[in-house]
């Protein structure tokens, strides 16, 4: 009788059906129905694999991270057949960022697409290759800049740019979404609405993918090898009604709709339904964890995953109709207690991200605190035009808050660490969300996991993936061939939160000051900058390059201009000749900050 328990995977897209664990033998479990989880499992059935998904709740989330994903992302989100999922959400396109610093603010475009064909990457092997191209483009001030980001976001024809192989990356005059700005943008959006969507598509795979509603409270091990084979799962027993059964069906819903879709089947009116839980253990050679940034299977003897380093909190609201310096690019405001983010994930119903970054121990919601902590340390230093919808907010909405860490990745597949066993996502891998770079990551590993994963490699049925040796092999070159896109993405947003959160140093202020004045020099100053932060050339070297010509250029303006003025106050002018020697001290003390700032980070990335 336990092997014909009958369970509901019930969804927002599909009437309940019925279905028995005796029928469920999956060559793949993976543990987490959110961007990770379900963009692996779609890429994993789509490659011929038996796929059992299971999530703890079904229902939309509600969270204040993950609604911005890079135009990398857009890329590796569509070669997993899903780019149709940013449809129907009401999703805004992203054509870039604007940093802003107290009056003055630059803008930072993605590429443009009209260049895109016949061009080639002017870093690495294609050094050199690219066509000349216009100094102007558009007629924008960021011409030049576009020009050059473009070279760099082609890259050569076949060439691996994002980890793995995009034909479609740089050889098409037309982007993966709609682009009527004509740049490859990106898109930001209500994170629980790309969340359904995406489960929409996995409820609508077909008999190769099974979602199901359940709380996987622990792993199951073969008590002679000690392997991971499987799961001890709580799902949910069909509903019990007081009356005549009868189920409605959940269509797939608009934006509008994805927050009232209920999760589990919904009852006909009148019937009053009751569900219960049945715990049952389900087997399969692989495991994969993807459970989100408070993952309890961290903790599984042999994972060798650190505990993650918390390095500040966002505190998160929603404006409504509030005016972004530039519209439709994702808003940094450095202000001297921290960053504030700000970018629309609404586009009809224009609605705005508001984030802010604050440091430390967080004052308390209950009392106000927080509130009067953000309107007296921040408000003053955000744009004019935002003060108003900010307040409104403030006072309207329950301020929400979300953890910043930063979880350095470790290598799996070793003889040292479980067999059976994948950690994915941010249950293995975390970054500051400065960058939104977080989704892009986890769909470009969904790529290349599912070709490491996948039949082409393994072979059909459970016998490749049973071969844990063949598996761990996989793994470990996963582990360095997703270090162009995920190691810089990781680096970055780490080295640019050091950076725009460091008014209170001294030094850490004269690189923020040197920062932002190197991007208004435009150009290449931002073309590979911006090709970094899209993750459309995600190259370590150029990543290295341009942090330390940041560096230097910072250490310039120190010795020629001074250091910043403090904010309300007037700058005096160039310093005299009896300052440039406590100048010059300084300016050692600037350049081993840097030094201090990135190396580290890179030492972590990269450590097995």
Known sequence: MEDTEVLTPAGPSRAPSHTSLHNI???????????????????LSSGGRKVLLLERDLSEPDRIVGELLQPGGVAALTELGLGGCLEGIDATPVEGYCVVSGDRQVGIPYPDLERMIGEEAEWGEGKGKGKKKEPEINGTSNGASNGVANGHANGVTGEQSNGHSSPGIGTSPTWHVPSLSGKKEGRSFHHGRLIMSLRRACLGFGPELVVLEATVRDLVRCE????????????????RASSTSASTSIPPSSASDDA?????????????????????????PITIIADGCFSKFRSTPGTRIPTPKTRSHFVGVVLKNAPLPLKRHGTVCLTPAGPVLLYQIGDRAEETRMLVDVKGKLPSVADGSLKNHIIERYLPHLPTALHDPILTALNDQRLRTMPNSFLPPSMQGLSSTPSGLIMVGDAWNMRHPLTGGGMTVAFNDAVLLTEYLGVARLGEGRDGLEDWDRVGEGLREWFWRRKSLAGVVNVLSMALYDLFGGADEPDLEILREGCFRYFELGGECIAGPVGLLSALTPKPLMLFYHFFSVAFYSIYILLTSGPPASPGEKKTGPPGWIELPGLLLFSFRVFWTACRVLLPMIATEFKV
């Open 224 to 239: 002679h090898t000690g392997r991971v084979i499987g799961v001890s799962a709580a799902f949910k027993s069909p509903a």
């Open 260 to 284: 009232a879709a209920p999760a589990a089947a919904a009852a006909a009116p009148g019937v009053e339904a009751q569900s219960s839980t049945v715990v049952r253990k389900v087997y399969a």
């Open 25 to 43: 033998q999956p060559d793949i479990i993976i543990v987490g129905g959110g961007i990770a989880g379900c963009s692996l499992a779609y890429g």
